[in-house]
DNA sequence: CCATCTACTTGCAAAACACAAGTAACTTGT
DNA sequence: ACAAGTTACTTGTGTTTTGCAAGTAGATGG
């Protein structure tokens, strides 16, 4: 038994420490999905485009449910169903997000651009940002009970 | 005989598609090296702190050629070198690198953050942005030959 | 000529991944 | 009440990618 390798344990560049955390091909995607695709549910996931396989989602959910980076509650009309949503800490990687999908974008110009994005290729980030986080206030008034 | 899946091939989000590309666990640290460490051969890029083997850099180096994000000539010094430099579609990841780095800042203070991304953190982005373009400027002029 | 340095390539074991097929805990329809 | 789904997973199997060690080819240096 060997334990996989962590840049982290080996590097003090913050940058290899996010990599650690948010370097694979599926973590930002379930990110954007949680972010600005308005799908909180696993099989809402599993249907997104890029065809994620179900164990690598249930292990990517583990994962960052362990980095503190998503949360889940009992979905309110069924027991076996769960949502997911971010941590104020998964909110924080917005910019992240933001600028990949801009770098992307220009790169080779989709037909789509997830529609709360569409405003960064024009305008202001912190407008949209703030517009993104609060549609992500929005849903949890909506689905956290508050106390 | 099966080809590796990408994402674009069947997603039209932009951030699938960078995924492709930049979404593993050493491409974004090559940019690193290449655009905030001065790390310009081989060999320095091997000495980085994260210890990347050197099958993977090989493949990574030729991967970022093919995507047009780097370059390379000859080492003035000596044949059997190479110095390798960011394109301009290479530099235009600063966002998404400085991004990161913040991100992977906030969540763990390290001791050590690339000297040219220190003033991030307080400072204004575009200044900083236009102080790294200066250096990378300055390089090229000193190393690539220019007609 | 012989040692060394640089940028790789090759071989192999270990880990991660894709895909298909379960499974357990519910819920739905009758 | 009970069979037929649904949902969120887990398991199994084969393929691909990675990590590590070793080797190679083409300079270069003494």
Redesign the pocket.
Known sequence: ?????YHQDCSPCPLAGALDVIG???TLLIIRDLMLMNRH????M?EAWE????????????KLTDSNLIA?IA?P????????YLTEEGKSLFPVIAEMTIWGFKRKENDFIPPHLKELLTGSRTKVEKAILKSLKDWEEKHLAVS
């Open positions: 038994m060997s334990t996989k390798k694979d091909h599926w549910e696993y099989k809402d599993l065809g994620i396989s179900t164990n690598i989602l249930s292990n990517r959910l583990a889940s979905h009309e069924s027991k076996r169903r769960k949502l997911y």
